[in-house]
């Protein structure tokens, strides 16, 4: 029931004059404990539209304000002028409007309506751009944190499902006719799976898949999408599909689909934005993850031909190896050796040691060179000087500048011993190792070689006695610096040392050792590629007749 006309008259007397309202720029409603609009100014009554005093405040204004009225307790004004009291926050029409509450000294309220549909507007920008920056950096550093593909794959699926739709299906360019795919809802766990499908099935997919720019959302019609592309686990029908190219490093990485319910909005031109830029990092990941890939392909491919191999016995002769590169991230170096077996039991093989003048892949390289030169002239194995000058013209003729040392051991069972033919190329003396704990250092000498047009050679010849050892080894054992002052090498006399420890004990045992013994020297200082062959000759087991008398026979 509307307050009686005196009633208003008399309060309307008592609020400001008419030209104060008149001046005021924002709209200002004046109204009663009892919830009546008691007065308001032009700018209120063009933004309300017909509200007259005497209305009350449910019929005049959104509800929201009413609510703010109803929760409001304001202190009577004093002679100060207002309390500060909290603004309330809502719509009017398409606009943004804050409330403010302002005593009067008659107990009523005077509603300030201040206009912040801009302000608004800023700060949902500000927030979607806030958002928006924490996904993509988001995305950045998950992404570049691996080069899986795989991985790559899922994290784009999971992070895609959580931020810019309900599902996220990241397919990869086709081999034949499978297609590669990982796919998340709800920003749950990727699962990576393989279809047999036609992309041509989906709109823009086949084009995308080629780098081509993506279809807008609106074109592409949900129901047309075959069954393939909906994610295990996504409840309901697709009620908007967008279909983006994930950009690589000049082709493309592959397509990332997003799938939202018909339950909600369909794509926008902000989010097909949004969902682009994460593509760009996305494809970026994927693009890098697969060249790392290929090249670790590559790499594994060419290591299987430059590692040394493993050795073992050739023709009744024990043969053991070791190899520990200069750097831990490196799995080849400079230092290399081989075993390459006679065409017959009876002849001999070929055992090769060599260092290469520096280490790491460029020293490798040529390391890979002189083993297949080295290969290729193992027929002519009886002759080292023939071989070494072969090889030395190679290496002369080669672009490359470095020089290699070596030494060649011909191997041949004889009976219960092993023959040795042993020449060195500017490479450390061979050292023999004899059952009464002698430590032989074998007097061969020789030219190093891709340095000088001639070479020039000494081989000797000595055998092993069944449970005797041959030791080959490069530099990078003796020249190991470390010790308790960590810059003392290991020299010759330690090396001599440690293998006359290694009396009777098996090829393998005694790389091992020396292995052992240099890296403890080194503890974690920087050294030479080390590279060891150890050559021994088997012992001979007897065995009775089967009488247990008469005098048996040896087999090795």
């Not at 260092?355 to 027929?379: E, F, H, M, S």
């Not at 080292?384 to 051991?409: D, Q």
């Not at 340095?451 to 990078?476: F, M, N, S, W």
């Amino acid at each position: 029931m509307a307050p009686p006309k005196e009633d208003i008259a008399t309060k309307t007397r008592q609020r400001p004059t008419p030209g104060l309202w008149a001046t005021a720029p924002s709209p200002a409603i004046v109204v009663d404990r009892a919830g009546t609009v008691v007065d308001l100014n032009p700018a209120a009554d063009a933004l309300l539209g017909g509200v007259r005093p005497g209305t009350t405040l449910p019929e005049a204004v959104p509800a929201w304000l009413t609510r703010a009225h109803e929760e409001t307790v304001v202190p009577p004004a004093g002679p100060d002028g207002a309390a500060v009291l909290p603004a309330f926050r809502g719509r009017i029409g398409a606009r943004s409007f804050e409330a403010h509450p302002v005593p009067h000294r008659d107990g009523d309220t005077v509603w300030w309506l201040v206009d912040d549909t801009g302000r608004q507007r800023v700060e949902e920008e500000l927030a979607t751009e806030r958002e928006r920056t924490v996904l993509l950096a988001e995305a950045s550093n998950t992404l570049l944190s691996s080069l899986n593909t795989d991985r790559c794959m899922q994290v784009t699926a999971q992070l895609a499902s959580r931020h810019l739709a309900e599902a996220a299906v990241v397919v990869l360019p086709p081999s034949g006719r499978k297609l590669p795919l990982a796919y998340a809802v709800e920003g749950g766990s990727a699962v990576r799976a393989t279809v047999t499908a036609d992309p041509a099935q989906v709109p823009g997919l086949s084009e995308a898949l080629q780098g081509f720019p993506p279809v807008p959302s609106r074109w592409i019609d949900p129901a047309s999408l075959p069954g393939w592309l909906l994610p295990e686990g996504f409840v309901g029908t697709v009620g908007s599909a967008a279909v983006t190219p994930l950009p690589g490093h000049g082709v493309p990485a592959g397509v990332l689909v997003l799938l939202r319910g018909t339950g909600s909005t369909e794509f926008n031109e902000n989010e097909e934005m949004l969902a682009r830029l994460f593509a760009a990092r996305a494809g970026a990941a994927l693009s890098a993850a697969r060249l790392y890939a290929e090249q670790s392909d590559i790499t594994r491919t060419l290591m299987r031909d430059l590692l040394p191999p493993p050795l073992n016995r050739v023709n009744g002769v024990e043969f053991a190896g070791g190899y520990q590169p200069a750097a831990a991230r490196d799995r080849v170096g400079g230092d290399f050796y081989d075993v390459h077996p006679g065409g017959t039991p009876e002849d001999a093989s070929l055992a090769v040691l060599g260092d290469v003048c520096g280490k790491g892949l460029d020293a490798a390289v040529l390391t890979g060179k002189i083993r297949n030169t080295l290969q290729a002239l193992t027929p002519m194995a009886g002759d080292h000087e023939r071989m070494l000058r072969l090889l030395n013209g190679a290496l002369l003729t080669s672009h490359h500048t470095r020089f290699a040392t070596l030494v060649l051991a011909s191997v041949r069972r004889e009976e219960s011993r092993v023959r040795l033919r042993l020449t060195s190329a500017g490479h450390p003396a061979p050292l023999v190792i004899r059952n009464d704990g002698r430590v032989e250092e074998i007097d061969t000498q020789g030219t190093l070689v891709g340095a000088l047009p001639h070479i020039e050679t000494r081989t000797v010849e000595t055998d092993l006695l069944p449970g005797e050892t041959c030791l080959l080894y490069t530099d990078g054992v003796t020249e190991a610096r470390g010790g308790p002052l960590g810059d003392e090498m290991f020299g010759e006399e330690r090396l001599m040392r440690a293998v006359a420890e290694c009396v009777g004990m098996p090829g393998a045992a005694v790389v091992e050792r020396v292995q052992m013994l240099a890296s403890q020297w080194l503890h974690d200082g920087r050294h030479d590629d080390m590279a060891l062959v150890a050559i021994t000759a088997p012992q001979t087991t007897h065995l009775s007749a089967v009488d247990g008398h008469t005098r048996g026979r040896y087999t090795g």
